[in-house]
């Protein structure tokens, strides 16, 4: 399984960007997919998970700001993020493990254990 990030920049307090991010490789292997995110000298945090129903799961700090989907015709993932706020600056990064059921959203917390990770991609929140 490969995945790759896309999307980040650099935007104002207030703005929006979407993050997409392109899987390939075995399908039964990303049944579970979602958003992580890492901001300098912190651990790295769940953002946002989705399992193989469409179910979703956020952190209490992204909730209603950030929505979580994905196109399994382009296997891809996004992550829309809406009301950016400077605490949101950080490395995300994609990931996809292959329970899809719901053990899945324990992805969030770290319960579940996401196997693949891509590289990354940087989004910088100014005031």
């Known amino acids: 399984v490969q995945l790759v990030e896309s999307g980040g920049g650099s935007v104002q307090v207030g703005g929006s960007l979407r993050l997409s991010c392109a899987a390939s490789?075995?399908?039964?292997?990303?049944?579970?997919m979602g958003w992580f995110r890492q901001a300098p000298g912190k651990e790295r945090e769940g953002v946002a998970v989705?399992?193989?129903?469409?179910?979703?799961r956020y952190a209490d700090s992204v909730n209603g700001r950030f929505t979580v989907s994905k196109d399994n015709s382009k296997n891809t993932l996004y992550l829309q993020m809406n009301s950016l706020k400077p605490e949101d600056t950080a490395m995300y990064y994609c990931?996809?493990?292959?329970?899809?059921?719901?053990?899945?959203?324990?992805?969030?917390?770290?319960?579940?254990?996401?196997?693949?990770w891509g590289k990354g991609t940087l989004v910088t929140i100014s005031s």
């Open positions: 990931a996809a493990a292959g329970d899809g059921g719901s053990v899945c959203l324990l992805a969030l917390t770290g319960h579940y254990g996401m196997r693949y």
């Open positions: 989705i399992d193989s129903g469409g179910n979703t």
């Open positions: 490789g075995d399908t039964y292997r990303r049944n579970c």
